[in-house]
Structures are given as C-alpha cells and as structure tokens.
C-alpha cells in the first residue's frame, strides 16, 4: 500500500504547493491545466477538454465558467456542433501565460529532485502506465490523443 499512499501524498501536497505559485495570476491547482491547453490550441472545444484529462463533465463546465468569469477566457459557439463551445484565451490569460507554465516546469523539477535523467523518463513512463492501467480497468477511453503533452 505504499503506492497508494506516497500517490495521495504526492497529489494532495503538489496541488498545495502549486495553489501559492499560482496564486498571484488568480489561478489554482484545478484550473492551471485547462488554461494551458487553451492557450496551446486557441479555439479547442469544451467536449475536446473533457476527453484530454479525464474529469468529470461537470467539472469542465465548473473550471470554464471560473475561468471565463476571471476573465481569462471566451466560449464562442462551435459551428460544428451547436451544443458545444470553442474555447480562446484572453490577451490576459496570454500575458501570463509563460509564467504559469514556467511555475508548472518548476514545480515538476522539484517533484523530481534528486533522480536521474533516466529515472525521470522512467517514473514518467511508469506513471503513464499506471494511469492507463486503472483507466482500462475502469473502462473510461478518450477520443483523442494528439493534444497529450
């Protein structure tokens, strides 16, 4: 059970240390990444979101909504898909941009302290794997892959 627990660990006190980094661009630890893509792929859908980092819906729509009352981002209807929405971020949002991912580089160097290059690529490669395993198992798929980082 040690997984288990250094993975809560992990999560719980990242998400922590991430919060005050992020702190003074107004953003959190639940919402960092979803600016990120957005500003990666101006115009991504909201569906496309929820396919890439396996949330539930009612997440997604709760972080957009923040984020566009934040004043962030804008949602403009898809004219694809009615239903949907396209996703763009704000000249605010790509002002701090390179700052908030440059926090996200950082706080993933401190996660890794202490290992080698090769270890590194290993850790990532097992944790992936990890991640996929429990997915698999708990059937949830994702349509789309090529946004992964």
């Not at 396996?54 to 898809?78: C, D, F, W």
């Not at 898909?81 to 991912?101: G, M, Q, S, V």
Request: charged share 25%.
């Amino acid at each position: 059970m040690k997984i288990l627990k250094w993975l809560s660990v992990a999560d719980r006190f990242y998400k922590i240390y991430l919060d005050k980094q992020l702190a003074p661009f107004g953003i959190n630890s639940s919402q960092y990444m979803f600016l990120i893509k957005i500003c990666d792929f101006p115009g991504i859908s909201q569906d496309l979101l929820m396919d890439m980092f396996y949330v539930h819906p009612s997440n997604i729509v709760r972080t957009i909504a923040a984020l566009e009352k934040q004043g962030m981002i804008t949602r403009s209807p898809n004219d694809q898909d009615k239903r949907t929405w396209k996703l763009y971020p704000t000249d605010c949002a790509l002002a701090i941009f390179e700052e908030i991912r440059t926090v996200c580089q950082n706080t993933e160097t401190l996660l890794l302290q202490g290992l080698s290059e090769e270890e590194k690529s290993l850790f990532i490669e097992m944790l992936m794997q990890a991640g996929k395993n429990i997915t698999a198992e708990l059937h949830i798929e994702r349509k789309e892959e090529e946004f992964d980082e």
